[in-house]
């Protein structure tokens, strides 16, 4: 027979009362249901007088305390500094992202004017294609982060490498082996795409006046664009196609450290909330095998005559709240 103290479920203790020949009635269902509630309270306002009572309690046991006080007054330094980082991650990062978007909208409007005539078209069209860039970055990492992929770590350039990996493109060797790419990897070569004309559109935005008083065939257009502008031209486009290239690989990097943290988030606040409900159920099964135990207890006192100790915890009282809990079947 199973010692009344190592019962702790509600399953345990229905199979308990059925090996006594003790049967569950729908009342008692309904009184543990009751004592469930009842405790869920009791649980919920003990949370809330604690938080309530902190800083009294503080103060009161303030000797107790009295060295983390000192750590605190240490360690000042190093929570100014913390929060000014989180500060600026939290709110410099999604200001910058924001100008970035912005300065990138603007470059792209001038290459889309070239083949587009309408400037309101051009400026919606730009906008399009710089938020495509920024959502596609986050939509990789929770694509992956659904699938748990995680990628490989970088490694340094090498010749060796390059080889390996171009074999492995021509089917090359004895030991060839397919390897797994990303679950989001449409995606990711979308990006690419994406980039590219982005860039494309911010160079053919700054060449757009030369482009335009460029006379006879294409090919002879670039010929002559090449071999006839002078190094203030060249540096104008070099400088504006560095420019778009830095602002795209921040925003998209940007992008991918808010998607990054935005996932640690939502673990934590569900890891919080998923911690807490098993705390209140285990609570609540308790307080459901209590009941079952204390009406086999009441049970095996009238058929035996005797005492039985009496299996109510202090933990879960059958009286909380004023719920009066009936054992009687």
């Known amino acids: ?34 004592a469930q509630e009842a405790e869920m309270k009791r649980l919920v306002a003990l949370s809330t007088s604690e938080m309530q009572s902190g800083v009294s309690r503080w103060v009161e046991r303030f000797n107790v305390f009295y060295p983390r006080f000192l750590e605190t007054l240490m360690g000042i330094g190093d929570v100014l500094m913390s929060f000014t980082q989180t500060l600026i991650t939290s709110f410099g990062v999604p200001v910058i992202l924001v100008l970035l978007l ?18 309101g078209l051009a400026s919606f069209a730009a906008t399009a294609l710089v938020l495509l860039n920024l959502v596609l970055e986050v939509l990789i990492h929770h694509v992956e982060h659904q699938e748990n992929y995680r990628p490989s770590s970088g490694h340094r350039f090498s010749l060796r490498l390059w080889l390996q990996n171009m074999a492995y493109t021509l089917g090359i060797g004895n030991n060839w082996q397919s390897q797994s790419v990303s679950p989001a990897q449409r995606y990711k070569k979308l990006l690419r795409l994406v980039t590219f004309s982005i860039l494309a559109l911010a160079l053919a935005g700054s060449m757009r006046t030369v482009i335009a008083n460029s006379d006879g065939a294409w090919y002879s257009a670039m010929v002559s664009i090449v071999l006839r502008s002078d190094l203030s031209l060249m540096f104008t486009w070099l400088g504006g196609l560095l420019f778009a290239s830095a ?48 009406k086999v207890a009441a049970a095996q006192v009238r058929q035996n005559g005797k005492d039985i100790p009496e299996v109510v915890t202090p933990a879960a009282p059958f009286s909380t709240n004023g719920v009066q809990l009936s054992l009687t079947e």
Not at 262 to 273: L, N
Not at 274 to 291: F, H, I
């Open 1 to 34: 027979m199973p010692i009344y103290s190592e019962i702790t479920t509600l399953v345990e203790a229905e199979q308990f009362a059925a090996s006594q020949g003790i049967r569950i009635t729908a009342t008692d269902r309904e009184n543990i249901r009751k």
């Open 102 to 119: 912005i300065v990138e909208q603007q470059r792209v409007v001038h290459g889309i004017l070239l083949f587009e005539a309408d400037p």
């Open 247 to 294: 602002a795209v690989l921040a925003a998209q990097g940007l992008s991918r450290y808010v998607a990054l943290r935005t996932v640690e988030g939502q673990v934590k606040m569900m890891a919080r909330s998923g911690k807490q409900q098993d705390e209140y159920q285990n609570a609540l099964d308790t307080v459901a095998a209590q009941y079952v135990l204390a």
